[in-house]
């Protein structure tokens, strides 16, 4: 599972940050998604999106040690031995870690479930393994 | 040959009879405005008609079969 | 706590620049849901009899619902409403985008704006706690420009909605716009904030909405998320949108064209879905958790220039092409953005220049009075008046009070052709020799709206001279449909998609913990229709079957050309569809709800405002 993205297809539904909140934190709330849509309008007039692609910068600037990569590829906070001292959030490439008042000191991050890919509407994120298959 | 008629939308409600797909069956090809009204329906009701999911004209003539799927006017805001 | 909501009512006092949040009464969501059901409920307790709808007194709602944001398709709604300066009653819009999400996250499920400010401002919502930004350099500017400028200055992650000139000028059909092309379009609500001396408002909100059950509500979300991708409706009519169904409408006559003269226009073909998807659409754009969505963007043309914007819609398309004898889709999106840009209401914006026009070519206005030549196909000219009417200038001023006031204005029998109900202008469906959908719009609580109701199929499968059955359908539909605008989602993917409505039913429980069968869902809609007909009984004086009334037109003229050329029903037939519809809801003869209508619904408390 690779998680890709054709942001031409994107149509800033935002189904994406939904069900990734609500997969990964039982939450409505899209401010914990591991991701965002981002709207430029009225000109150019099109969407981008900020994904993770596991690069891994993360982990390498982690002092402790505390992001570890899992079997699937996906790069993994350890709450217990997070510091907080927030250098991957600041040093992530696509911007895409996030902190969040309800989650203490510990970023949110990708956790690489499929969730978007599975239910974007408009194949703008996909699996570019092809395990998953693309809504459009 | 026979072509399968299947109703979505608002046209389910008003031909119930018709809420599950009905199969027409006639000796010679004929068009989708034949089919429509032999299912006792006007051609012009539904706002689009599908052949194995691709929009087709009125005087489409379906093969042996074929799914019809009859949209109902989708619109209102 | 219930869950599923923001949990508070916002209280902004614009006077003296005070908030104050309380709880949402937890009865209120059992028996109004949310949205459209908050707004009617804090409508009959804000806003008093005798209350100038451009005074400060009056106030301007606006509620999200339990399903607003969720993980279902389509959940981007906010619904707003204020007493109409459009038509004195009661009044409600409803507009999509992602603010009624990051509303709710803030915390609030009902957002009352109330008093006026002394100068313009900007509303700056950040999870509850309310600022003021002096917005007097940009009071006049448009919606574009001026959304553009806050995104830069709050951020683009804050939604943010605004007025244009329309409504900083009076025009009493001005719209409220968020996300550079939805529109609150309906009944002045835009008006009303300006009123207020509100350029815009801004929210952000971080905090979780509560869910009874989420791991429930995720399995109906990507269930429902699924099932709407697979609809056979979905796959033809989503790469076109609402214009899908132009050359149905014009082949069945019902595509109001040069000002209700007739319902077939030549040259539909030039507005239909493939045309628009060719000429205008550059990309979807969706509201929140859209499979569908029906949102295009893309370039208007008109002679040369161009306007980014977004649509056309059937709606628009309709009043701003074929009533206006256009039949250019890109000139049409060229006018849907300069009405967007203005704050205009794209549906009372045409309908009102389709009559000035109407008035030009019969001789009833000249040249001079209206500033220049106003011919039906002529798109310069109907942009030049849109910016009179923005900017309150020459005969624009007079238009811009509605088609019922400049029909009053100028008289000579014009009174006869100006398109409305209840003062509101009617929207996209020629409607003469169609009973329910005539119905649909003389019954709709705002006025000359189809969204509480539409009923045109309907008309054409049972026969278009039958009376029988169409009271119910359309008491049924005024029912289903604004129970969406209630829940805080988007009808589409039951109208358009055609995914059953009773399966919604499914998402109550896993959001809120409250249990509910469809039935009862439509109880709290009939409960919300009936009240908000007792809302415009206590504004109205006299309100009751007078305000019903179809424009002469529909009663006294067929159609120019068409299936149904040359008919029409009388009056007499039009008050036997009136009297059936009322002896259904349980109204009196003169269409007002009995209190023991009112007992039956939990409404005890309106019953004395009953009309006189």
């Known amino acids: 599972m690779k998680l890709a993205l054709a942001p031409d ?42 994904i993770c692609d596991q690069c891994g910068t993360c982990a390498e600037v982690c002092p402790t040690n505390a992001i ?69 | 040959m026979q072509v399968t008629v299947r109703l979505e939308g608002h046209l389910r409600e008003f031909f119930p009879k018709l809420h599950e797909p009905r199969t027409v069956a006639c000796e010679r090809p004929i068009t989708v405005a034949e089919i429509i009204e032999a299912v006792g329906m006007a051609a012009s009701l539904p706002s689009s008609v599908l052949c194995n999911r691709v929009r087709v004209e009125r005087d489409h003539v379906p093969a042996d079969g074929d799914e019809l799927v009859l949209l109902s006017p989708l619109a209102g805001g | 706590m219930i869950p599923g909501y923001g949990g508070n009512i916002l209280r902004i006092d614009l006077t003296g620049k005070k908030a104050s949040a309380s709880p949402v009464p937890e009865q209120w969501k059992r028996e109004y849901l949310g949205g459209r059901g908050f707004i009617a409920r804090a409508f009959w307790d804000e806003i008093k009899p005798g209350t100038d ?43 999509g985008g992602h603010f009624s999400l990051e509303l709710k996250q803030a915390g609030i499920d009902l957002l009352i704006l109330e008093g006026a400010a002394e100068t313009p401002v900007t509303v700056v919502i950040e999870d509850g ?23 830069q200055e709050l951020g683009e992650a804050w939604q943010i909605m605004v007025i244009g000139p329309a409504a900083a000028n009076g025009v009493v059909f001005a719209c409220i716009q968020h996300d550079f092309g939805r529109q609150a379009g309906r009944t002045g609500v835009g008006t009303v904030m300006a009123s207020k001396k509100v350029k815009a408002v801004a929210v952000k909100g971080t905090k979780d909405v ?37 050359p149905w409408a014009s082949s069945q006559g019902v595509m109001p064209t040069r ?23 550059e990309i979807d754009k969706g509201c929140t958790s859209c499979a569908i969505p029906c949102g295009k963007w893309g370039k208007g043309v008109l002679n040369g220039k161009e306007k980014p ?33 203005l704050g205009l209401d794209s549906i009372s914006a045409g309908n009102v220049v389709a009559w000035s026009m109407e008035c030009y070519e019969k001789g009833f206005l000249s040249e001079e009075e209206l500033g220049r030549p106003m011919r039906f196909g002529d798109a ?184 149904t050329a040359g008919k029409h029903f009388t009056r007499e037939q039009v008050d036997d569809l009136l009297n059936r519809y009322y002896k259904l809801r349980g109204w009196t003869e003169d269409g007002i709800p009995t209190p023991g209508k009112l007992e039956e619904l939990g409404l005890g408390f309106c019953a004395e405002a009953a009309c006189k």
């Open chain 3, 210 to 246: 509560k869910l009874h059950d989420a791991r429930r509500t995720l399995a109906a979300g990507e269930k429902m998320m699924d099932q709407v991708m697979k609809q056979p409706g979905f796959t033809a009519w989503q790469p076109y949108g609402t214009p899908e169904v132009v």
């Open chain 3, 129 to 151: 706690k309310v600022t003021y930004r002096d917005a007097s350099a940009y009071w006049n500017e448009t919606t574009f420009e001026t959304e553009t400028r806050l995104k």
């Open chain 3, 380 to 563: 310069e000219a109907a942009v030049a008046m849109f910016h009179d009417i923005a900017y309150g200038r020459g005969f624009g001023r007079i238009l811009g009070q509605g088609v019922r006031a400049a029909a009053t204005h100028v008289g000579l029998g014009t009174e006869r052709f100006a398109m409305h109900v209840k003062g509101l202008e009617i929207s996209g469906y020629e409607a003469r020799y169609a009973p329910a959908m005539m119905l649909s719009y003389l019954t709709c609580d705002i006025g000359g709206n189809h969204s509480r109701s539409w009923a045109v199929t309907f008309d054409v499968a049972t026969g278009r001279e039958n009376f029988d059955g169409k009271a119910e359908r359309v008491i049924w539909l005024q029912h289903v449909r604004p129970l969406f605008d209630a829940l805080g989602c988007c009808r589409f993917p039951w109208v358009e998609a055609g995914l059953d409505p009773e399966s919604y039913v499914g998402f109550i429980e896993p959001i809120t913990g409250m249990s509910f069968t469809w039935d009862e869902l439509l109880k709290v809609s009939e409960r919300v229709w009936n009240l908000t007909r007792m809302i415009s009984c206590r504004h109205i004086p006299g309100f009751g079957r007078a305000f019903d009334n179809p424009p002469p037109r529909w009663v006294e003229e067929g159609q120019e050309t068409g299936p």
């Open chain 3, 309 to 341: 914007q977004e649509g056309p819609e059937y709606e628009s398309i309709a009043l701003l092409g074929s009533n206006l004898g256009i039949t250019d889709i890109q000139a049409v999106a060229y006018l849907n953005g300069v009405c967007d840009e």
């Open chain 1, 9 to 50: 297809r994107c149509s800033g539904c935002r189904a994406c940050e939904l069900v990734c909140a609500l997969d990964n934190w039982s939450a409505l709330n899209p401010k914990k998604a591991a991701l965002r849509v981002h709207g430029h309008f009225p000109t150019p007039g099109r969407y981008t999106v900020s």
């Open chain 3, 53 to 95: 709808p451009l005074g400060p007194e009056n106030k301007v709602l606006m509620a999200p619902g339990p399903y607003t944001g969720q993980f279902l398709s389509s959940s981007g709604k906010l619904h707003m409403g204020a007493l109409s300066p459009a038509t004195g009653g009661y009044g409600d819009s409803n507009m």
């Open chain 1, 68 to 136: 570890q990569q899992n079997e699937h590829g996906a790069w993994l906070i350890n709450g217990e031995d997070c510091i907080g001292c927030n250098i991957c959030v600041q040093e992530c490439p696509q911007g895409v870690m996030y902190l969040h008042d309800d989650n203490g000191m510990v970023p949110i991050k990708c956790t690489l479930c499929g969730k978007c890919m599975e239910f974007c509407p408009t194949g703008a994120l996909y699996d570019a393994d092809g395990t998953i298959p693309t809504r459009r």
């Open chain 3, 259 to 281: 000002n209700f003269q007739t319902g077939v226009i030549e040259g539909f073909q030039n507005l239909d879905g493939p045309t628009m998807k060719a000429k205008v659409t």
